[in-house]
Every structure is written in structure tokens, then in C-alpha cells.
């Protein structure tokens, strides 16, 4: 058995964590010596963890996933130049009825990993982590200025006011003239509808009806309120653009790789790169990386009988870029579109 010579494992909480070191035993090869030691999570008792993990001259230092406390651990001991591993807690975890405490848990960590029986989990380098903070919020923001929209139509909704229905884009230019009318107090149908421009000026009567209804002072001053909040979202996405493309210049030759993918534009593929990364040596095969994405069913299969399995909880911003590209592909005259349409039939959407 091989044995990782001197390791550092690491169990952490959000205050304070505990490190057990075990190195080779001074006189006897075949014996052991550990030591714990307990830290605060701030800077300066962070470095004093590094400080003793140099004097011990450990290799490999190794944590577990908890919540988002393992980042600035993890993020630092990697700036101080140590082999950092991150592991999945559902393959660490210890055997049912022993004894649990922050100690205990820290060295049979250790113990599990200096025996090589886990692999570490991918962290992605320090580029991409940060193009990943950028596209989540950018992505966060999107999805919140949406909710706003939403709330805006239900309430010209409850005001009669059926725009919607006839407009496709009730933000669009015309849509948002004749809001910020309707806003600054003009309530005739016949006027409001006249701001219609280019091609909508063929709905005309549609519009007359569509906008009469009993839009008032109250209504007025929910939707103005709205109406601000969607344009400094709109602003602070457009921030969050302008910043993505800086960071994501780089890899701007795989942004163009997956562009070439039908359904795949450039902002999906700017998300898949800042969630999957660049380097597809971490994943052996595709089959790997489909299975760390979670889209792979797990087989449960028991005397004879097949269980109920779902594929687990993956990356939940992956899957909300895929699914994106999967909805625009699905409409497209490719052999992919069609091979959806043909999977959906027999499986459903």
C-alpha cells in the first residue's frame, strides 16, 4: 500500500477548524505520529496553519466540501503553495456508531487519505473561478430582472390592461413608450395605441382594446417603481457583460469552438467555460464528464428488480445553461433537433 508520507487533514466550520498532521514516526518506520491542532478561520491564524504545516513539511493537505467554508482555507493554503485536496463528504464519510467530534472526524480523514482510498474533488484554477463569480450573478441578475417583469405584467393584469397579448416584447420600444405614457398620466387607448411603431401599427385596433381597461394613479406608481428596477438591473448587467468579456478573452478560442454548436450561443458558451473550464484533462472520458455534471442516471438494479434512481445533485448553473441551449435546439432543423423530437415523442419533453 502506498501511503502519502506526511498529510494534513482538515475538518472545517465557519469559525474554526481543526487540523490533524501525521507524519513517519522519528526511530520506527512502521509507526505513525499525529497531532491536532485547532485554528480560528481568520487570516492571521490561517498563516500560522501554513507556518506549522512548512515546519512538518506535509505534502498533501486535504478538506472536506462543507458549505462555502472550505474557500478561504482552501484558497489560501493553495496561495502558500501546498498540494490542496478538496473530497466529497459522501466518499469520506466515517463508519456508522462510532464515536463524531471535530477531532476524531480530522484524523480519520487523515487516515483515509494518506492510504489513497478517496480522490480529491475538481477545483478549478483561480481564472475561471473567477469568471465563474461574474456569469452566476450576471445569470442571478437576469433571473431576478425577469421576476420584475413578470410582476409588472400581473399588474397591468389586474388593472384590465391586456398589452401583453397583443405585444410580444412589452419592454420592447414601443411597448415601454406606451407605458411611461400610461405612467406620466395619458389613459386613452386611442392615443396610446397610435405609439405604436414600424410593423405593430397593424394592430392598431388590437391595441385600442388591449389598453383600455382602469389603469389609475395607484397602478401608476407600482408600475413606475418597476419600471426602475428593471433598468438598473439592465444596467448592472451590462456591467457584468462588459466584465465577462474581459475575463473570459483568454478563452475566447473555445468560446468560439462551442459557438460553432448549434444552439449554443456566445453568453452559453461563456457559462459552460466558466463552469466546466477549459481543461478536459481532468474528465478521461466524456462519459466522466457527463457523470460529474450529473445527467447520468445511477443503475440500481436488486434481485431482479429495478429501483427508482435519480442522477443526484449536480451543478444547478450548468444545468440552467444546457437547458437553455437544449429549449433553442429543440426548435432547429438539425439532426439534433430532430433527434430530440424523436427521443420526446417515446419519453416525453
Known sequence: MQVVARVCAIDIGKAGLVACVRVPHASRSDRRVQEVREYATVTPALLELAD??????????????TSDYWKPVFYLLEAEGFQCWL???KHVKNVPGRPKTDRLDAVWLAKVVERGMCQPS?????????????????????????????????TLEDAQIKLDSVISDLHGVSGRQMLQAMIDGQRDPRVLAEMARTSMRRKI???????TGHFDDHHAFICATMLRRIDALAADIAELDAKVEELIAPFAQAVAKLDEITGVGVRS???IIAEIGVDMAVFPTAAHLVSWAKFSPIDATSAGRKKGNSTGKGN???????????AGLARTNTFLG???RRLARRRGK
Do not use: C, F
Open 52 to 65: 506549522w504545516l512548512r515546519v512538518e513539511r506535509v505534502e498533501l493537505v486535504a478538506m472536506e466540501a
Open 87 to 89: 473530497l466529497n463528504a
Open 269 to 271: 458558451a461563456q457559462e
Open 122 to 154: 475538481l477545483v478549478h484554477p483561480k481564472p475561471i473561478r473567477q469568471l465563474r463569480d461574474v456569469t452566476r450573478y450576471r445569470r442571478s441578475l437576469v433571473r431576478e430582472q425577469t421576476r420584475e417583469k413578470q410582476r409588472l405584467e400581473k
Open 316 to 326: 444547478g448553473w450548468l444545468a440552467g445553461a444546457l437547458g437553455e441551449v437544449v
Open 338 to 340: 430532430e433527434r430530440y
Open 205 to 211: 385596433p388590437q391595441l385600442r382594446e388591449a389598453l
